[in-house]
């Protein structure tokens, strides 16, 4: 960490170094600037990517932002200038600010920075930030200008990090290993998400667009006529292949595998589940749902074919994570609770909560079984503070979360919560949402005449009030009843400071904030306007806080210490 007087300085010289960091060098050399990525207390990843083929990249790393003196250095050769180079340091302290530069044998250079996590046992506070769905159609992703100066511990790249399926200036739907490479070079190159990735570590993790829409790895070739028949699962096709390659190459992130399993499904597979802690503030689960998912139950009939659906849904055979991952994430949740983690974060591409019967296909909701599952081991096991992100609908909804054990069941509450935040760049939920339902007659055409003239938050409320509207009818339909958008619940503390629990307009991220000494929860979104060129930054578009229930007396730091006193004295004085 920095010292108290010095945190604003470093931060001002590291912004400065951004800024020019391609100045000693052509620009185009470096063309996707500088990342790191699965930082742990002792060790990280650096990544960028040259042109100088035939040459080396020369990766420094410093606590001085200056590079005055140099702690370790690492080169990497440049065979492929479609390949990007990536490689791990260790030895490094825990609780520090470390600087990397990458320098090509042409001279361009780039700089970048992480923090690695406090110490077991400690609280410090945590900021972080949160977003995914980034089409290049919509660069310059002026939505994140403002991350670099939010000084966040990590950031984390929620999946559909590029659109391949997608028409852009890089070409039509990608197939081959150079397309797909070429669709993720497409979207680093803006320059904004560039120095997003150089201000904080990245945690990142893929969904269906790096390959194609709604795809399912758990499911057999012949299932979908996109995919070519190699191997017995989608997950060993070519076009499956080709698209997470490509997506492991452009992230700054470790490449692991799965051992032998006993089952073909996931035995030597990648393996991108993560689980990170941040001291005693926070563990960071991050999950794949996207590898090892069964096939796809096609949505119902609104009309006749709810009740059907959902037996269907609840097959125990049908997984959305595979087992490994499933046993592994929930002995995390576990361990998370009895070590006195506060809080427990889910990162989760798809929504976990019931959002209804329309696109439900892609969700949690058609894996009901495993969600009941996921959910019932909370409850059961008095897991608290349990935070679901997620993002993919491209709209921000924040809700409570309950779950059945079979479709005819009781509806079963827990104390968790999600929030879905984003996109960074694609047409934003609440414009598809109601122009599809004005389309197919839901919305008279003098409805949808004031919509079209109302201002942006009044367009939320409207977007609001039509989803509250249609989720009333879904019990009606044999859906389940759905809880209002918001936290109500008794079991959650939370309190709406600004804005509303749901956004459908806008390019948004959103950031988490734990309160050091009271661990009390600031989760703010940002977002801009996607029809405003006005370039100024984000603006605060909705802001809630949640007070944690108090921990066991059982957990395993229930005071902070000396020593955590220390880490939260040093370590406030970052704050912006």
């Not at 923090?115 to 002026?142: K, Q």
């Not at 039509?172 to 320059?191: I, M, P, W």
Request: glycine share 10%; aromatic share 10%; hydrophobic share 40%.
């Amino acid at each position: 960490g920095c010292e108290v007087d010095m945190c604003g300085h470093s931060l001002s010289v590291f912004l400065l170094l951004v800024g020019s960091a391609t100045s000693t060098g052509p620009a185009s050399v470096l063309p996707n600037g500088v990342a790191s990525g699965d930082v742990t207390q002792s060790s990280a990843v650096l990544w960028t990517r040259s042109e100088a083929v035939g040459g080396e990249v020369l990766f420094e790393y410093s606590t001085d932002p200056l590079f005055g003196t140099v702690d370790g250095s690492v080169t990497a050769g440049v065979v492929d200038a479609a390949v990007p180079l990536k490689t791990q340091i260790s030895g490094l302290a825990p609780d520090t600010q470390y600087y990397y530069r990458a320098t090509d044998t042409l001279g361009a250079s780039a700089v970048g920075r992480f923090r690695t996590p406090v110490p077991a046992g400690t609280r410090a506070g945590l900021r972080f930030g949160v977003s995914g769905d980034e089409w290049a159609a919509y660069e310059p992703f002026r939505t994140v200008d403002n991350v670099p100066g939010r000084d966040l511990d990590f950031y984390v790249s929620l999946g559909d990090t590029v659109y391949a399926d997608e028409v852009t200036a890089a070409g039509g739907a990608a197939s081959t290993l150079s397309e797909f490479r070429a669709k993720n070079a497409e979207v680093y190159a803006d320059g904004r998400l560039a120095a997003l990735r150089a201000s904080t570590p990245i945690l990142a993790t893929y969904d269906d667009h790096e390959v194609i829409d709604n795809f399912a790895g758990g499911a057999p070739p012949a299932s979908d006529p996109r995919f070519d028949n190699t191997g017995s699962f989608i997950n060993e096709t070519n076009l499956f292949n080709n698209g997470v390659q490509a997506f492991v190459e452009y992230n700054p992130l470790r490449e692991e595998v799965y051992g032998a399993t006993g089952d073909p499904l996931t035995a030597g597979k990648r393996d991108f589940y993560r689980m990170q802690d941040y001291g005693s503030d926070a563990r960071i689960m991050m999950l794949d749902t996207r590898s090892f998912r069964s096939e796809a139950i096609a949505d119902p009939d609104l009309f006749t074919g709810i009740p059907g659906w959902l037996d269907a849904t609840y097959d125990p055979g049908r997984t959305m994570l595979g087992q490994p991952q499933l046993a592994t994430f929930e002995q995390d949740l576990l361990d998370a609770q009895l070590n006195g983690t506060t809080w427990k974060f889910v990162m989760v591409p798809e929504p976990i909560e019931y959002l209804g019967p329309i696109g439900a296909s892609d969700r949690f909701e058609s894996y009901a079984a495993e969600r009941a599952e996921i959910l019932r081991f909370i409850d059961e096991n008095d897991i608290e503070n349990v935070v679901f992100v997620t993002t993919d609908i491209h709209q921000q909804v924040v809700n409570e979360l309950s779950y059945r054990d079979e479709p005819n069941g009781p509806d079963i509450s827990i104390d968790a919560f999600e929030i879905s935040t984003g996109p960074i760049g694609y047409e934003p939920g609440g414009v598809t949402v109601l122009t599809g339902a004005h389309d197919q007659g839901l919305i008279p055409d003098d409805q949808w005449n004031a919509y079209l003239a109302m201002s942006l938050t009044d367009k939320d409320l409207f977007f609001a009030q039509f989803l509250e509207t249609t989720r009333q009818v879904l019990p009606l339909l044999g859906y389940y009843p759905v809880s209002p958008f918001g936290l109500e619940s008794p079991g959650i503390d939370a309190e709406l400071l600004q804005g509303r629990w749901v956004l459908g307009h806008t390019l948004n991220w959103t950031e988490f904030e734990i309160d050091p000494l009271s661990q009390r929860l600031l989760v703010t979104t940002y977002g801009v306007d996607p029809l405003d060129g006005d370039p100024q930054l984000p603006q605060i578009l909705s802001q809630f806080a949640v007070t944690p229930v108090p921990e066991p007396t059982g957990g395993a730091l229930f005071g902070i210490g000396v020593v955590g006193l220390a880490l939260i004295s040093r370590r406030r004085g970052r704050s912006l």
